[in-house]
């Protein structure tokens, strides 16, 4: 499965962006799917989930209410819609996908495919 990753840029605090995530050779509904995030001398952390029924979401808390994970079955796409971003949003966000049953939603060595990556700068 390969995944990339898009939709990054540089916005002003309390900007909107919204990330992609497409999937080639596999489907989303066959695996969870995450977005992570890292930045400068940072650990990558955790920042949604998406369930691979697409019934539940989780999400970091410096992110509830202002995150959103969705996914578009024909499109074979997941989203994650960053609204009222901060300047601590900045990072590479990174799209992923785990098996069914297997490991933490939270915990990125759980994640079997990941996507490249895309830069998301947030200005104070």
Not at 40 to 61: I, M
Request: include cysteine; proline fraction near 2%; glycine fraction near 10%.
């Amino acid at each position: 499965v390969q995944l990339q990753a898009s939709g990054g840029g540089l916005v002003q605090a309390g900007d909107s962006l919204r990330l992609s995530c497409a999937a080639s050779g596999g489907t989303f509904s066959s695996y969870a799917t995450g977005w992570f995030r890292q930045a400068p001398g940072k650990e990558r952390e955790f920042v949604a989930a998406l369930h691979w029924s697409g019934a539940n979401t989780y999400y970091a808390d410096s992110v509830k209410g202002r995150f959103t994970i969705s996914r578009d079955t024909a499109k074979n796409t997941v989203f994650l819609q960053m609204n009222s971003l901060k300047p601590e949003d900045t990072a590479v966000y990174y799209c992923a996908i785990k098996y069914r049953f297997t490991g933490s939603y939270y915990q990125a060595p759980d994640y079997a495919y990941w996507g490249q990556g895309t830069q998301v700068t947030v200005s104070s």
